[in-house]
């Protein structure tokens, strides 16, 4: 019988924070808990990719692109944190967030979609002459141009997930 008044821990050293061996009533709830936890992620990212959708449709881009992006750059994980300070689903540099969102944090989330979406939307703009290809842009920036950009690993990773 699991007594709600005693003492547990998620931990994985259930063992020493406790004092005692996790039962099977311990083991049960910590699943239970672990399935609500991924139940709520799905959650979240179900409505950040209607989110997603809608901001594209609404600035013009293809909605498709613009989640295929987000899924690059971040795995749809909008605290998502990069190794030169890139924040969020669209990997936001942080100067681009004050330029665009000045008084606005780009940890909020409508907030780097609707950024990382508008960077795209420049981008194919800015590049248009490279046709499909503009997306490195968004990645790379206009000004770096690779000489064969069927072959760009940036451009495999996007189409590899433009139908997922």
């Given at each position: 019988?699991?007594?709600?008044?005693?003492?547990?821990?998620?931990?994985?050293?259930?063992?020493?924070?406790?004092?005692?061996?996790?039962?099977?009533?311990?083991?049960?709830?910590?699943?239970v808990l672990i399935c609500l936890l991924v139940f709520i992620?799905?959650?979240?990212?179900?409505?950040?990719?209607?989110?997603?959708?809608?901001?594209?449709?609404?600035?013009?881009?293809?909605?498709?692109?613009?989640?295929?992006?987000?899924?690059?750059?971040?795995?749809?994980?909008?605290?998502?944190?990069g190794r030169k300070g890139e924040i969020g689903l669209y990997?936001?540099?942080?100067?681009?967030?004050?330029?665009?969102?000045?008084?606005?944090?780009?940890f909020d989330i409508k907030t780097n979609i609707r950024i990382?979406?508008?960077?795209?939307?420049?981008?194919?703009?800015?590049?248009?002459?490279?046709?499909?290809?503009?997306?490195?842009?968004?990645?790379?920036?206009?000004?770096?141009?690779?000489?064969?950009?069927?072959?760009?690993?940036?451009?495999?990773?996007?189409?590899?997930?433009?139908?997922?």
């Amino acid at each position: 019988m699991l007594d709600l008044n005693t003492p547990f821990s998620l931990s994985p050293m259930v063992l020493l924070t406790t004092g005692k061996r996790p039962n099977r009533d311990d083991t049960f709830l910590i699943l239970v808990l672990i399935c609500l936890l991924v139940f709520i992620c799905n959650a979240a990212k179900g409505s950040v990719v209607d989110d997603i959708r809608a901001e594209a449709l609404r600035q013009g881009v293809d909605p498709k692109i613009a989640l295929s992006v987000a899924k690059v750059e971040s795995g749809l994980n909008p605290t998502a944190i990069g190794r030169k300070g890139e924040i969020g689903l669209y990997q936001i540099m942080p100067f681009n967030g004050a330029k665009y969102a000045p008084n606005i944090s780009v940890f909020d989330i409508k907030t780097n979609i609707r950024i990382g979406i508008y960077l795209i939307s420049r981008a194919k703009y800015q590049c248009s002459d490279m046709g499909q290809y503009y997306i490195i842009c968004y990645n790379q920036g206009p000004h770096r141009r690779p000489k064969y950009p069927h072959l760009h690993p940036y451009y495999k990773r996007i189409v590899a997930n433009y139908d997922r």
